[in-house]
């Protein structure tokens, strides 16, 4: 049977429960522990997709295809595991699942209520989504005391009851926060945050207490004896200056021993050479470069977290520097292309929505007609293809049918059908729900003999991430290639372009898909440690 580790989070949000949680997993997993992982949202909509970016940050998009939480990445990258949809539940979900029930009668006629239908359904959800792993950690989104999450919890504490103290585990996180006028600590918003759970039934049993200095062992003690937790199980989790530290930090303050200890596990120590190789070359780089990252939501740390990471994962494995220089695309319209200059390499990542599209189409001309590496993420292909029609097939209105449906060229546009990954045919229009309107998820690309990407990937077939409504325009395919765009990937029926490149450049690549939600820190990714060698390489011939 499978142990369960619930996280709840206290005081404030945004304190990295996803992050602590991952790298607990990834404690457990070197320990030799096959490792789940599930992520309750409190929030009503059924799933992110159609969450603005500034209010949510990223949607990460597992491989059949869900449009789930930002943390699922840090699970996937950490873990090495592939989630799915059944690794993310939001109140809208099992409130949609519940009220599905009640229409179809499987309820009898009884009065549908809270408890213990809405916890019942929340239970059922975990429970059918260990996958038969040994541990399955489950984190609990938001903040203890918001009435959103209240349903959530009331459900892992009946689990704690029915399924037995030695079956499972509460992790809660809470915040130390530093007084720089007092000069000292206080630990007084983690006993009020603790004394909450308790009152809703939930005993902690372990306190990961995030600040940014180590906590002194007299408020560890002060901690322990209002909380009702062990002196030892009270953690530090201080700040690390990059998050793949995470893991032998928390190991080295015993949290994977308090953790099998608790469950009267007999374990190997954790191996974590691959973690510490992972550091080791970020903190000793052989190479810097700037990579300009032109994008539409630059100033919202989580819009682009998996890109980000990305960059970081190539750094690790060609032991390179990556400095990313946040160019807003809103800006290159208004201000010109300065702040392009001098870079190494230029990424322009995916997007939604007309606001900033020029600015991107000027920033993948800077980087063709300059021969600057340029790697076009979805959108960043999309106005790579539009920039090439304009300025060298000589359609000077080229556009995407999605910012200008009366585009004479229209070189992107709405497919209506296509074969999905199983081989069934998929469909879509323009007044079908945002959400039904997507490719989304695996599915597989044939790379063309002969081009970069093939090289770069190694292989005749990938499996990539898609998320996006609009496509290649076939119907402009013959004279974009005899215009000298070379066609690198196509879908399995040959009937989708899925990546782009120039012959004549020395790095100029765009793809369909988003291959950052396959990145990881311990393996990489192909075509991202392609990107970044071909930076250092102009920034070595500029040099």
Known sequence: MSRFIFITGGVVSSLGKGIASASLGALLQ????????IKLDPYINVDPGTMSPFQHGEVYVTNDGAETDLDLGHYERFVGINCSRSSNYTTGRIYENVIAKERRGDYLGATVQVIPHITDEIKNSVLNSTNGADIVLVEIGGTVG???????????RQMGFELGHDNVLYIHLTLIPYLPAAGEIKTKPTQHSVK?????????????CRADREVPVDERRKIALFTNVAQDAVISAIDVDHIYKLPRELHEQGLDDIVVRHFSMDLPPADLSGWDRVVEAMENPDNEVSIGFVGKYVDHTDAYKSLNESLAHAGVHTRTKVNIVKIDSDNIETDGIDALKGLDAILVPGGFGS?????????????RVNNIPYLGICLGMQVA????????????????????????????????????RDGTIETRDESANLGGTMRLGAQTCKLVPGTKTRRAYGNEEIHERHRHRYEFNNNYLQRLQDAGLVISGLSVDN?????????????????????????????GHPLFTSFINAAVENHRNKS
Not at 146 to 152: G, M, Q, R, V, W
């Open 30 to 37: 070197s320990r030799g522990l096959s490792v789940n992982m």
């Open 355 to 367: 606001r900033g599209i020029e600015g991107k189409i000027a920033a993948a001309n800077y980087a």
């Open 495 to 523: 009937e989708l372009v899925e990546m782009v490149e120039l012959s004549d450049h020395p790095w100029f690549i765009g793809c369909q898909f988003h291959p950052e939600f396959t990145s990881q820190p311990l393996e």
């Open 385 to 420: 293809v539009i920039e090439y029609a304009r300025n060298v097939l000589g359609l000077s209105k080229a556009h995407s049918s999605e910012f200008n449906p009366k585009t004479p060229d229209p070189v992107i546009a709405l497919v209506t059908e296509w074969t999905d």
């Open 146 to 156: 918001d009435i959103e999450s209240l349903p959530f919890l009331e459900a892992i």
């Open 196 to 208: 909450e759970l308790r009152s809703i039934g939930i005993q902690p049993d372990i306190l990961l």
